[in-house]
């Protein structure tokens, strides 16, 4: 069983996604990965040229892609929680899914899993603006459990490029799931 179940929707940022499965699987974590099937599309629109199998292909035994409609799972059930589940982005239809207790496909069920088992859920929702809705499900997700990191880099790192501002959100991620890394220098006085 792996280490974390990592989750791709339709939001923007695929990229977060993306980087987070790099890193976790450098650091020689496994991952479960699930992408909907919007965020499959997303991806495609994104990321031209990015090949799952391919580009993930180093990861081997460490890395298991999963199908949305896949319910064989072991991690689906309570008595094998992973350690966390991260959904990277994070779209609006899947926060609000999950802030009602709604698991249509695998991914939610994932996460319904972690929240029910008191494992860790991280939710990195990439939309804006945000409406009241939106901001109701966040709160609902928070006083259930779930860690709420919005994909808003900073830039008292000061990044050189579009990498550097997606590295600070997925080192942001590492240090929620207490994983060391060196993605961007912290804050500096």
């Not at 020689?28 to 199998?53: Q, S």
């Not at 600070?168 to 993605?183: A, N, T």
């Amino acid at each position: 069983m792996s280490d974390f179940v990592v989750g791709i929707t339709g939001a923007s940022g695929s990229i977060y996604g993306v980087r987070l499965v790099e890193k976790l699987l450098k650091s020689g974590y496994g991952v479960d990965l699930a992408i909907t099937p919007a965020g499959e599309r997303v991806m495609a629109e994104e990321l031209p040229g990015f090949d799952l199998k391919k580009d993930f292909g180093k990861g081997g035994a460490r890395l298991r892609i999963w199908k949305s409609d896949d319910y064989s799972a072991a991690f689906l059930s309570g008595s094998r929680a992973p350690r966390a589940v991260i959904i990277i982005p994070c779209s609006m239809g899947t926060l609000g899914a999950l802030a009602n207790g709604i698991s249509s496909n695998l991914l939610e069920r994932a996460a319904d899993v972690a929240l029910k088992e008191k494992r860790q859920l991280v939710l990195v929702p990439r939309e804006t603006p945000l409406n009241l809705i939106h901001l109701e499900n966040m709160a609902k997700l928070a006083r259930a459990g779930a860690d709420i990191l919005p994909a808003m880099p900073a830039f008292y790192h000061s990044p050189k490029d579009i990498e550097g501002l997606v590295n600070f959100i997925v080192g942001k991620v590492f240090d929620l799931l207490g994983v060391e890394h060196h993605l961007f220098k912290g804050w500096q006085t």
